[in-house]
């Protein structure tokens, strides 16, 4: 801990890193305070939030004047800091290389073209802007084949994607994969090795998984009411 005080935690519960973020602190029970920066709003671009993270993105931790960006990296220094249990990033080299290799990964797959169908499906029709075809088809093939990836590379036939306990790859992993929710698409609907996955990791979390989510909920029941 880099000081006696709650860490503070700069978040959009809109972005899937976010909840990740937010998750892990409820269930873990570290003191925490959260601060709320509205994207839609701009709120991530103003200059006292530049000064903070000059990326202007969300999450950033703030643990006492120790500020932090990225949600990989916040999430892997709350476990060390804060003496998580080990399952979430193992301190044994071989399972820890798991948790890394699968995080390494998440970003240009799980991440990249869930939140691609996201854009494309539910933001940018929000914004006046129509769902690109071609664009949207590619995405959905995109995120089929990480799927599968997940599927038959990293979940296999164990309980959770790098072993039999949850990890912060699975965190990582469902707060992607929620986010089509919000126009009521659920990208696992034909995949029932990886739903069963899902709700084992929602299970795991208990209430801090729906909790963080509930804004997705809440844009589903708005876009589906409009369909």
């Known amino acids: 801990m880099a000081g006696g005080q709650a860490v503070k935690a700069y978040l959009d519960l809109l972005s899937q890193p976010s909840r990740a973020v937010l998750i892990f602190l409820k269930h873990n029970k570290i003191p925490h305070t ?14 006292e939030f530049t000064k903070l993270n000059p990326m202007q993105k969300v999450p950033v931790l703030d ?8 949600s990989d990296a916040i999430l892997k220094y709350l476990v060390t800091t804060y003496n998580a249990p080990d399952h979430w990033y193992p301190k044994l080299p071989q399972k820890r290389a ?3 290799e699968y995080t390494a990964w998440h970003h240009g797959n799980t991440r990249l073209h869930a939140s691609t169908v996201f854009l494309q499906e539910v933001i940018f ?4 802007q129509p769902t690109n075809p ?19 590379m990293f979940l296999k036939r164990q309980a959770f994607l790098c072993g039999d306990d949850i990890s912060l790859a699975d965190l990582l992993a469902v707060c992607e994969l929620m986010q089509p929710m919000c126009s009521g698409r659920d ?12 709700s084992r990791v929602q299970s ?8 963080a989510h509930s804004v997705v909920y809440q844009i589903r029941q708005k876009f589906t009411a409009k369909l």
């Open 34 to 47: 959260v601060e709320l920066v509205a994207l839609r709003k701009g709120q991530h671009k103003t200059p």
């Open 63 to 70: 643990d006492n004047g120790f500020v932090l960006t990225e």
């Open 98 to 100: 798991r948790v890394d």
């Open 125 to 128: 029709p929000m914004m006046g």
């Open 134 to 152: 071609a664009k949207f088809k590619k995405a959905l093939a995109d995120l089929d084949s990480t799927l599968d990836i997940l599927e038959n």
């Open 187 to 198: 990208v696992l609907k034909d995949r029932p090795k990886l739903q069963s996955w899902r």
């Open 204 to 211: 795991a979390l208990s209430d801090s998984f729906d909790e």
